[in-house]
Nanobody, 118 residues
Framework: VQLQACGGGLVQAGGSLRLSCAAS????????MGWYRQAPGKQRELVASISSGGSTNYADSVKGRFTISRDNAKNTVYLQMNSLKPEDTAVYYC?????????????WGQGTLVTVSS
């Protein structure tokens, strides 16, 4: 299984970006999918997650600005980021939790850089 993330870039504060992450390979189903980010010198943190049924969860810092969604037919998760702030600058990683005989496998994308200028 591979996850390919794209959509990062340089944007001015107040602008928008849309990230996407497509999972490929031998996939029967995907449980939760999510986006994490890691800023320089900081730990990786959860940005948003979405269950297979569409239930979402957001970090307080992005609530009201970011929206996570998924297309189960395409095994793809999206992150619409609006009203971006310089503090949103980070490498954004997607992940997918895939059912295993016991528990779940966790797969990660390669990361896409988001830079927000002030």
């Amino acid at each position: 299984v591979q996850l390919q993330a794209c959509g990062g870039g340089l944007v001015q504060a107040g602008g928008s970006l849309r990230l996407s992450c497509a999972a490929s390979g031998s996939i029967f189903s995907i449980n939760a999918m999510g986006w994490y980010r890691q800023a320089p010198g900081k730990q990786r943190e959860l940005v948003a997650s979405i269950s297979s049924g569409g239930s979402t969860n957001y970090a307080d810092s992005v609530k009201g600005r970011f929206t996570i969604s998924r297309d189960n037919a395409k095994n793809t998760v999206y992150l619409q980021m609006n009203s971006l702030k310089p503090e949103d600058t980070a490498v954004y990683y997607c992940n997918a939790l895939i059912p295993a005989p016991i528990g779940e496998y966790v797969y990660w994308g390669q990361g896409t850089l988001v830079t927000v200028s002030s």
